[in-house]
């Protein structure tokens, strides 16, 4: 069935119908054409020959007929002869003529003689009916009937057919070609090309293909090197200003310089790896490692001390990831919800579940929540509830959006579930292939 499916959307199954169709037309056309000239023909030109050989042929019969003669005629000449009279009925055929079948056409006098024009199966007739007697005279196949050797033709345009098909499948074949060759593109193999060796308009186009690749993986290659720079030219002075920082005498003033520096810090290290992230083309580092274990690092490294609750896997489970960017997400989750987590409520929560085909990781805290109109935008960049920036909140509104990526780069998605004055809950759901080791 889905083979049957494909085929029906084939470019070259589609010519090969619209070929057969326009045969069918044009065959349908040129048959209809020459049976109408050949009855045509036949009522004006054949029909005054047949007159005077069937006039020949009474002669020679006799009034009243000779049948005997007729047996003799009929044995020497092609023709169809059937004759009725009061007494008997003589047919030169195997088959009597059943008169009343015939479908009369026409109907005219010649020399004070009726005759009468009609077709039965296969055959024109003409009929003269004398007082005594019916004659009824006929060349055999005046239209031809099917034989084993007139499928020989169609034989010949079934064969051509199935030329016509390959030739055209052959034409088309490098489609197929450029299709896997543009996927494989899309998909970040950049160094993909696609190689057809053709001239005609299907070459043109892989060629053009094989140069906008070529003009994205240079464009590419240009914007890493940019991030590269910006990196290394902000972070330089930033590292300067931290050293000439420590020569500060005022502590409340070199604290408050030294939390400006780590949110500019923190904020190009967002920018960048929102860069990374944000490209089809940016491949994750995965790697199979124990997500209790991540976790347990960033806790270890970021959050130690703080009033933070973890239900988590087992420590041996395994499962393919970012390390790295998972790490990212964990921390500004957790930095998040630690943030808006009030003193003396319930500790900020962390759990990691695991599903048939995805882990989820849930960070909860307790503060005064976020009002429903929000909630579609927390994952924007630079979106933040409050505009006012909060001194003691701090952050740039690219926390949630990093995380969104990140999740999305896994393949999964981020989801935010809120209440006003209970707290709110956030979700990375990563359908990842994980394995226990």
Same mark, same amino acid.
């Given at each position: 069935?889905? #083979?049957?499916?494909?085929?029906?959307?084939?470019?070259?199954? +589609?010519?090969?119908? !619209?070929?057969?169709?326009?045969?069918?037309? #044009?065959?349908?056309?040129?048959?209809?054409?020459?049976?109408?000239?050949?009855?045509?023909?036949?009522?004006?030109?054949?029909?005054?020959?047949?007159?005077?050989?069937?006039?020949?042929?009474?002669?020679?019969?006799?009034?009243?007929?000779?049948?005997?003669?007729?047996?003799?005629? @009929?044995?020497?000449?092609? @023709?169809?002869?059937?004759?009725?009279?009061?007494?008997?009925?003589?047919?030169?055929?195997?088959?009597?003529?059943? !008169?009343?079948?015939?479908?009369?056409? +026409?109907?005219?006098? +010649?020399?004070? =003689?009726?005759?009468?024009?009609?077709?039965? *199966?296969?055959?024109?007739?003409?009929?003269?009916?004398?007082?005594?007697?019916?004659?009824?005279?006929?060349?055999?196949?005046? $239209?031809?009937?099917?034989?084993?050797?007139?499928? %020989?033709?169609?034989?010949?345009?079934?064969? #051509?057919?199935?030329?016509?098909?390959?030739?055209?499948?052959?034409?088309?074949?490098?489609?197929?070609?450029? +299709?896997?060759?543009?996927?494989?593109?899309?998909?970040?193999?950049?160094?993909?090309?696609?190689?057809?060796?053709?001239?005609?308009?299907?070459?043109? !186009?892989?060629?053009?293909?094989?140069?906008?690749?070529?003009?994205?993986?240079?464009?590419?290659?240009?914007?890493?090197?940019?991030?590269?720079?910006?990196?290394?030219?902000?972070?330089?002075?930033?590292?300067?200003?931290?050293?000439?920082?420590?020569?500060?005498?005022?502590?409340?003033?070199?604290?408050?310089?030294?939390?400006?520096?780590? *949110?500019?810090?923190?904020?190009?290290?967002?920018?960048?790896?929102?860069?990374?992230?944000?490209? $089809?083309?940016?491949?994750?580092?995965?790697?199979?490692?124990?997500?209790?274990?991540?976790?347990?690092?960033? @806790?270890?490294?970021?959050?130690?001390?703080?009033?933070?609750?973890?239900?988590?896997?087992?420590?041996?489970?395994?499962?393919?990831?970012?390390?790295?960017?998972?790490?990212?997400?964990?921390?500004?989750?957790?930095?998040?919800?630690?943030?808006?987590?009030?003193?003396?409520?319930?500790?900020?929560?962390?759990? !990691?579940?695991?599903?048939?085909?995805?882990?989820?990781?849930?960070?909860?805290?307790?503060?005064?929540? %976020?009002?429903?109109?929000?909630?579609?935008?927390?994952?924007?960049?630079?979106?933040?509830?409050?505009?006012?920036?909060?001194?003691?909140?701090?952050?740039?509104?690219?926390?949630?959006?990093?995380?969104?990526?990140?999740?999305?780069?896994?393949?999964?998605?981020?989801?935010?579930?809120?209440?006003?004055?209970?707290?709110?809950? =956030?979700?990375?759901?990563?359908?990842?292939?994980?394995?226990?080791?």
């Amino acid at each position: 069935m889905a #083979l049957f499916k494909r085929k029906k959307h084939s470019l070259s199954a +589609k010519l090969v119908l !619209l070929f057969i169709v326009m045969a069918l037309v #044009l065959l349908v056309l040129v048959g209809g054409s020459m049976r109408f000239a050949f009855r045509s023909n036949f009522k004006e030109n054949i029909k005054p020959h047949l007159f005077r050989y069937m006039e020949y042929i009474q002669q020679d019969i006799g009034t009243p007929p000779d049948f005997n003669r007729a047996q003799e005629i @009929v044995k020497d000449l092609p @023709v169809e002869i059937h004759l009725f009279d009061q007494d008997r009925q003589w047919s030169s055929t195997e088959t009597p003529l059943d !008169l009343e079948g015939i479908h009369y056409y +026409k109907r005219f006098s +010649k020399n004070g =003689v009726d005759y009468t024009l009609g077709e039965f *199966e296969d055959r024109d007739y003409l009929v003269r009916k004398h007082q005594d007697y019916t004659l009824a005279f006929s060349v055999p196949h005046s $239209r031809p009937s099917w034989t084993w050797h007139k499928a %020989i033709p169609l034989a010949i345009a079934l064969v #051509l057919l199935v030329i016509l098909y390959r030739a055209t499948r052959r034409i088309f074949a490098p489609i197929k070609a450029i +299709k896997d060759g543009v996927e494989l593109i899309g998909e970040g193999n950049l160094s993909q090309r696609i190689e057809i060796n053709r001239r005609d308009e299907l070459g043109d !186009l892989s060629n053009s293909i094989n140069k906008m690749a070529d003009d994205i993986q240079q464009m590419l290659e240009a914007k890493r090197q940019l991030l590269l720079a910006i990196s290394h030219e902000l972070r330089s002075p930033m590292t300067r200003v931290k050293v000439s920082l420590e020569m500060v005498n005022d502590k409340k003033t070199r604290e408050e310089i030294n939390h400006d520096l780590s *949110e500019m810090d923190n904020l190009i290290t967002e920018l960048l790896e929102t860069e990374r992230l944000t490209t $089809r083309h940016s491949a994750l580092n995965k790697s199979e490692v124990s997500l209790t274990g991540l976790v347990q690092e960033v @806790v270890d490294e970021y959050f130690k001390g703080k009033a933070l609750e973890t239900n988590l896997l087992d420590p041996e489970f395994f499962a393919s990831v970012d390390a790295v960017r998972i790490k990212i997400l964990l921390k500004n989750l957790l930095d998040n919800a630690i943030k808006h987590n009030p003193d003396g409520a319930n500790p900020t929560r962390l759990t !990691l579940n695991k599903t048939d085909d995805a882990i989820v990781i849930s960070v909860e805290d307790f503060g005064k929540g %976020i009002e429903e109109k929000h909630i579609p935008f927390l994952t924007e960049p630079f979106y933040r509830v409050d505009p006012a920036r909060q001194r003691q909140t701090g952050g740039y509104g690219l926390g949630l959006y990093l995380c969104r990526i990140i999740a999305e780069a896994h393949g999964g998605k981020l989801n935010i579930f809120s209440e006003v004055h209970t707290g709110t809950r =956030v979700e990375a759901n990563l359908p990842i292939k994980n394995a226990d080791k």
